[in-house]
């Protein structure tokens, strides 16, 4: 019995580590704290993988618990996932900001961890995934 119990073990555990990876219907979020003329200001990221392939970023600012500006669509655009040589898997997120600049983010992406460090003009962002909540849109 115990045999079983530990091919069955192994198997499942080697059948994860050969799943691909995917982000689609999972969301990510950064907290940057931002300083301008004495007044720190915390700014919120969140990045929704709505498919295999698009994603949505959303801001939001806030001064304490003041909120200063509600979330709103900052940028959209498509991802790529690749594995890179160290089992690790790279990505590059191609989006759009509303004005119709690029905004473009490259770095990896870590199974293990749980975190997304996206690398985006030479500064490291850490984006922590939100557990256990479901993306319902509003009609």
Same mark, same amino acid.
């Given at each position: +019995?115990?045999?079983?119990?530990? $091919?069955? !073990?192994?198997?499942?555990?080697? *059948?994860?580590?050969?799943?691909?990876?995917?982000?689609?219907? &999972? +969301?990510?979020? /950064? $907290?940057?704290?931002?300083? #301008?003329?004495?007044?720190? &200001?915390?700014?919120? &990221? #969140? +990045?929704? !993988?709505?498919?295999?392939?698009?994603?949505?970023?959303?801001?939001?600012?806030?001064?304490?618990?003041?909120?200063?500006?509600?979330? !709103?669509?900052?940028?959209?655009?498509?991802?790529? *996932?690749?594995? /890179?040589?160290?089992?690790?898997?790279? $990505? =590059?997120? /191609?989006? @759009?900001?509303?004005?119709? #600049?690029?905004?473009?983010?490259?770095?990896?992406? /870590?199974? =293990?961890?749980?975190? +997304?460090?996206?690398?985006?003009?030479?500064?490291?962002?850490?984006?922590?995934?939100?557990?256990?909540? @479901? $993306?319902?849109?509003? @009609?």
């Amino acid at each position: +019995m115990k045999a079983k119990l530990f $091919i069955l !073990f192994v198997l499942v555990i080697f *059948l994860s580590s050969c799943a691909s990876t995917k982000l689609s219907k &999972t +969301m990510w979020h /950064n $907290i940057t704290i931002s300083t #301008s003329e004495g007044v720190m &200001t915390t700014i919120g &990221t #969140s +990045m929704y !993988f709505n498919s295999d392939s698009t994603v949505v970023l959303y801001k939001s600012a806030s001064l304490d618990t003041i909120v200063l500006y509600e979330p !709103f669509l900052y940028a959209q655009g498509n991802y790529e *996932l690749a594995k /890179n040589k160290k089992g690790q898997t790279n $990505i =590059r997120l /191609n989006t @759009k900001k509303s004005d119709g #600049s690029p905004y473009v983010f490259e770095g990896t992406y /870590n199974k =293990r961890t749980g975190l +997304m460090i996206l690398n985006q003009q030479d500064s490291k962002k850490k984006f922590t995934y939100v557990l256990d909540k @479901k $993306i319902v849109k509003k @009609k």
